[in-house]
């Protein structure tokens, strides 16, 4: 999809990168050698990041950027493409656009019909405006590409949205010298302008005076100004050098981890963070009584449970290997997780752990993870029991994989890891359809067996097993921040595309094997960084086309985010691309 300068490892955020419908062809196998690219200079003009992104890179069409059309500023009235081919290959351009009106039909500065040219080349497209009125056009450049040789067809369709202004009303009829037959001769407003009488130039010239002068008072101002605070900070460096110092490197330091790819338009300079505005959680409104009432229909006896191993322990609740009994026959055995909270454990603790296993409770999808049952006798502290995964917590798999040799039997691969991704994405895809909004998806938040089947679950327990994953914004309230989106975040609003942004940082896990996402940022800061265009790096070894798909799910608007069916079709697609080359 793009290269970037060596040690960068990042692309730009593909929601506003350009779209690409079409098919491999005869341009897959053994083809004219075909490349269709922005340039380094280009995309540096367009979104102010040093890349490449291709289309055709030496006949393979692109496949993975979804359907988002880029928003081309209403300053950017042309687009510039790269191409050159090593043989011969016809082209057919032309252009379509949703309001005339508004805009007027692009142009280019090449022929309709011809041939690719065999050395590199731009061909230039010019978005001209109206100014008749303020709308955003949708328009697509349409490029045929034809092999000689074969007569096949390839057909690359780039769409954009310009953004068109109306013109402020001309003054055109202020400037027209008034005589009689002003508007019969056909002057211009340009041809009056030079006949007008010698006082408009006296006046224009002392005009021009007096703004210079005012120009050159702002500038005496400024400078003192400028040289009463050089004497300022030379006073604070000699009362607190080092503190001055340390404060004024940090933020370059930070910046400096994490893309920013498209800053919008309206956006400021962030010197102050926002004011994050936190609802209580509705969790901490029910009462013990109230949370054993709901699971009270799948609520067995204690006696039933056998305790194995400790798997993960937390300040106050561990998750247990055991084993339950079946009911009806003794006999038969299964292997169950265990939830359970210990006995310093607060009551709120205690009701959010039976609240929060409730989440997935009554769906049913192989890629789910909902309780079976419970126990809840009165003088004992609650149980909350799920069948059991061999592998046991995603999140901590990963790692272990991470520090694993070479010959270990857990040792993945990258076809396993999107395969990993698939099963999450369908299992979120049935949430959603369900109208189930997770709220804390995550690698913590899954499981896994031998077979590398994965499971969704709640987040019970989840803040004090992975303390280092949520953080307290001042409102007494662990929440996951760097897996929230900007909306979540600021708004507390949660919805099937907050879900998919924290997929997209879910995928990120996955292909880092378990790091932490945005470790060097202040959790504090994580809203100014998001708003302004900031995102996560692109891994080391993840392939360009996933790190796109990643990049489609943390789009600021929610609309532009990907759905997640759409999700599984193109990690499909993705996973399949993978196996033809292993």
């Excluded at 039997?409 to 189930?436: F, K």
């Amino acid at each position: 999809m793009a290269t970037t300068a060596p040690g960068r490892g990042i692309l730009p955020i593909l929601w506003r990168a350009l779209v690409l419908l079409g098919s491999c062809g005869g341009l897959c196998r053994g083809g004219p050698g075909i490349n269709v690219y922005l340039s380094v200079e280009e995309m540096r003009r367009l979104i102010g990041l040093d890349a490449e992104l291709y289309y055709v890179r030496n006949d393979v069409v692109s496949h993975y950027a979804l359907p988002f059309k880029l928003l081309v500023p209403g300053e950017t009235n042309s687009l510039h493409f790269t191409w050159h081919t090593k043989s011969k290959v016809e082209y057919k351009l032309g252009f379509h656009v949703d309001n005339l009106i508004a805009m007027d039909m692009p142009r280019a500065n090449i022929s309709a019909q011809g041939e690719v040219p065999h050395t590199i080349s731009v061909f230039r497209v010019d978005l001209l405006c109206t100014g008749k009125l303020d709308s955003e056009v949708t328009m697509e450049v349409l490029l045929n590409l034809t092999i000689h040789s074969s007569k096949n067809i390839t057909v690359l369709n780039f769409k954009r949205r310009k953004l068109c202004y109306k013109k402020p009303e001309q003054e055109e009829k202020s400037l027209i010298y008034p005589g009689k037959n002003s508007s019969k001769d056909g002057r211009t407003a340009f041809d009056a302008v030079h006949t007008a009488p010698t006082t408009s130039t006296r006046v224009f010239y002392i005009s021009v005076g007096v703004c210079c002068a005012v120009i050159f008072l702002v500038a005496i101002i400024l400078a003192v100004l400028h040289l009463h605070s050089m004497k300022r900070v030379e006073l604070d460096d000699s009362m607190s050098e080092s503190g001055s110092s340390q404060g004024l490197s940090q933020p370059s330091t930070q910046t400096t981890q994490y893309l920013r790819a498209d800053t919008p338009n309206n956006a400021t300079p962030v010197t102050s963070y926002p004011t994050l505005r936190i609802e209580k959680n509705d969790l901490k409104s029910v009462t013990l009584a109230e949370a054993k009432a709901r699971v009270k229909d799948i609520a067995i006896s204690r006696e039933r449970i056998t305790f194995k191993d400790v798997l993960q322990e937390g300040t106050f609740g561990r998750i247990f290997h055991g084993i339950l009994v079946d009911e009806k026959d003794p006999s038969k055995e299964k292997y169950v997780f265990a939830k359970a909270v210990k006995d310093h454990a607060s009551e709120v603790q205690v009701t959010m752990m039976l609240t929060e296993s409730c989440k997935l409770r009554g769906l049913h999808h192989r890629n789910l993870l909902p309780i079976s049952h419970v126990c809840i006798e009165d003088g004992e502290r609650p149980l909350v029991l799920l069948p059991y995964m061999n592998w046991g917590n995603l999140k901590l798999f990963l790692r272990q994989c991470k520090l694993a040799e070479a010959n270990n039997p857990q040792a993945i691969s990258q076809q396993d890891l999107v395969h990993m991704a698939i099963q999450i994405a369908c299992g979120m895809s049935y949430l959603a359809r369900r109208e189930v909004i997770h709220k804390d998806l995550a690698t913590r938040n899954c499981v896994i067996d031998e077979s590398l089947q994965v499971k969704i679950t709640d987040n019970a327990l989840s803040r004090d097993l992975f303390p280092m994953d949520y953080h307290c914004l001042g409102d007494n309230e662990n929440r996951p921040v760097r897996w929230m989106a900007l909306e979540s975040l600021v708004n507390n609003e949660f919805s099937s595309a907050s879900d998919v942004w924290a997929f997209g940082v879910t995928l990120w896990e996955l292909m880092t094997l378990g790091q932490t996402p945005y470790v060097d940022i202040d959790p504090f800061e994580m809203a100014a960084y998001l708003k302004d265009g900031y995102r996560i790096a692109q891994p080391i070894n993840c392939p360009d086309e996933l790190f796109a798909v990643m990049a489609c799910c943390w789009a600021l608007d929610r609309d532009e985010r990907p759905k997640f069916q759409q999700l599984v079709q193109c990690l499909t697609e993705f996973h399949a691309a993978l196996g033809a080359y292993v």
